[in-house]
Nanobody, 121 residues
Framework: QVQLVESGGGLVQPGGSLRLSCAASGNIFSVYAMGWYRQAPGRQRELVADISSDGNTNYADSVKGRFTISRDNAKNTVYLQMNSLKPEDTAVYYC???????????????WGRGTLVTVSS
C-alpha cells in the first residue's frame, strides 16, 4: 500500500509565504514524477507544478515566478514553496506521484488527501 501525506497548509495574508510538503511511503520501488494540483471551490482541479525524477520542472502560468517545486528523492518527498501569495491561490492543494511498486511496472498515480491553503486578510 502507498500513502501520500501533505502538510504545511494554513491561513496566510496576501503577499505571504507557505511551504507545502508531501511524503510518499509504503510499498514503493521508485517514484517517478511528482506534482502539486489545486482545486478552488466551484472549479476544476488544475496543475500547479510538477517535477520529474531528474529534476525537470513545469509550472502553471499563474504561479510562475512565485512558486518553486523541489524534491528530495532519498525521502520520496516533494515540496512547494509558495511566495507572494494572492487570494486567488486559495484552494485545496493535492500532491500526486507516479510510483513504481515493483521493478517491472507499470507505474500508477497516487494522490494525497489534500491540504487547505487560504489567502486572506
Amino acid at each position: 500500500q502507498v500513502q501520500l501525506v501533505e502538510s504545511g497548509g494554513g491561513l496566510v495574508q496576501p503577499g505571504g509565504s507557505l511551504r507545502l510538503s508531501c511524503a510518499a511511503s509504503g510499498n514503493i520501488f521508485s517514484v517517478y514524477a511528482m506534482g502539486w494540483y489545486r482545486q478552488a471551490p466551484g472549479r476544476q482541479r488544475e496543475l500547479v507544478a510538477d517535477i520529474s525524477s531528474d529534476g525537470n520542472t513545469n509550472y502553471a502560468d499563474s504561479v510562475k515566478g512565485r512558486f518553486t517545486i523541489s524534491r528530495d528523492n532519498a525521502k520520496n518527498t516533494v515540496y512547494l514553496q509558495m511566495n507572494s501569495l494572492k487570494p486567488e491561490d486559495t484552494a485545496v492543494y493535492y500532491c500526486k506521484a507516479l510510483i513504481y511498486k515493483t521493478d517491472v511496472g507499470p507505474p500508477e498515480d497516487y494522490w494525497g488527501r489534500g491540504t487547505l491553503v487560504t489567502v486572506s486578510s
